[in-house]
């Protein structure tokens, strides 16, 4: 979804003045996850009430609007009773990235989901743990997006023209903070040099300023956790990507900085992080040939399910699965002292099928009866979108146990005269 184009079904009318946004160049590297409490993610503004919290407020607690609090709590896991307290700890920012998320339309008096990218300058509110709450101007609720960020494509449409800067690769995708925040490090939009220290909670009237052009020195991460490694880094007002294909577990150890310690970096640059799975560390601390697989080890794989969704009216985003793969199950020898196993026929192999690739756009979709969803596909990025997804992969196995053989014939029987199945 484009700056400064309305929503096709928001849940407040967009001339009230609940927020605006602002013209923000989107930054050109570090797409993919982030943290909500990564330095330099968000932006802010000397100027005053880039969100109305009171005004949104006083809407969804008019008894007049019951019913949209309603939907609107119901979205985002509260009660209609808990708005005034919900809305007293969310935190208005503006996007310095693209940022995919969960979007929300009201439609027949019911919340439409559909994924959108939100273009970098956009008003939005965040909560406790940095994650993206509310699109200021319209009041629509946000959720995380959950399909894969390094398969999706965008569709740009009813409004929202392709932006300057655009570049589906630098999109993000916000995941919380490990822990609840008491200030957000800001940087400001309209002077970059300057960061803003702004209190959880608060929307601009405690703000303290500091330089952010100051440089500060990379600590050493090599041989630290990633989720350690995170940490310093965080702490130092430092921002971190990934090295290879998605984000490396909290567990994963890590094997290379780049830039390297000792480096001196402004506010909120990157540091990019390289890491050993795991299992590879682990595997390189044992020793012995790996265990044979048995029978009853294996498997038919079952491919992944995802349920159909809504399309979006704008910019739409679609993300793709490869077909699932099954694989044949594992034999082994049988020994030679033990007697030969029951017979027993061996399951078909799964089936699976795919439905067509969910799409993401950045207007609010059609209503739809169920929710869409978004799973993994190669990346593409997209502007605000709706997305639809129906993807759905099965496996059946069926088995026919033995039949029992009839009974010998009595004795003064010919054998002709036997039990037939």
């Not at 993000?172 to 200030?183: D, G, I, Q, T, W």
């Not at 000792?262 to 540091?271: C, D, W």
């Not at 029951?342 to 399951?347: A, D, G, L, R």
């Amino acid at each position: 979804m484009a700056v400064g184009v309305p929503s096709l079904a928001p849940f407040f009318d967009e001339s009230k003045g609940l927020g605006r946004d602002a013209r923000v160049p989107s930054r050109g590297a570090g797409g993919g996850l982030q943290r909500g409490d990564s330095p330099g993610l968000y932006g802010g503004s000397r100027k005053p009430r880039i969100c109305n919290v009171d005004k949104l407020e006083d809407f969804l607690t008019d008894p007049a609007n019951e019913r949209k609090a309603d939907v609107w709590a119901q979205v985002l896991g509260i009660g209609r009773d808990g708005i005034p307290d919900y809305l007293d700890r969310l935190t208005p920012v503006l996007l310095r990235h693209d940022t995919l998320v969960r979007n929300h339309d009201y439609k027949k008096e019911k919340a439409v989901p559909f994924d959108s990218l939100l273009q970098a300058g956009i008003a939005i509110l965040v909560d406790t743990q940095g994650q993206p709450a509310v699109k200021c101007s319209c009041g629509n609720p946000l959720r995380p997006f959950e399909g894969d960020k390094s398969r999706i494509s965008v569709k740009f449409e009813h409004g929202n023209d392709k932006w300057k800067g655009y570049d589906v690769a630098s999109a993000v995708v916000v995941r919380p903070a490990p822990r609840k925040l008491e200030r957000l490090a800001l940087v400001d939009v309209e002077e970059p040099e300057r960061g803003i220290d702004r209190p959880v909670g608060t929307t601009g009237e405690d703000d303290k300023g500091f330089d952010a052009s100051e440089r500060r020195a990379v600590p050493e991460v090599v041989g630290a956790t990633v989720g350690e490694a995170v940490a310093r880094l965080t702490e130092q007002g430092l921002a971190v990507r990934y090295g290879g294909e998605g984000q490396p577990p909290d567990g994963a150890v890590v094997t290379g900085a780049d830039p390297a310690a000792g480096s001196r970096l402004a506010f909120g640059e990157y540091v990019t992080l390289t890491a050993a799975e795991e299992e590879d560390a682990e595997a390189s601390r044992t020793s012995g040939p790996p265990d044979l697989p048995t029978p009853s080890q294996s498997k038919p794989e079952e491919g992944p399910t995802e349920p159909s969704g809504g399309s979006g009216s704008t910019s739409s985003v679609t993300t793709s699965s490869p077909p699932p793969t099954s694989e044949q199950p594992p034999t082994s020898e049988q020994p030679p002292t033990s007697e030969p196993p029951p017979t027993s026929e061996k399951p078909p192999p799964p089936t699976t099928s795919s439905a067509p690739p969910p799409t993401v756009s950045s207007l609010p979709p059609p209503p739809s009866t169920t929710p869409p969803t978004t799973t993994a596909p190669p990346p593409t990025t997209a502007t605000t979108t709706t997305a639809t997804t129906t993807a759905t992969a099965t496996a059946t196995a069926t088995s026919t146990a033995d039949e029992s053989p009839p009974p010998p014939p009595p004795p003064n029987e010919s054998p002709g005269t036997g039990a037939s199945t």
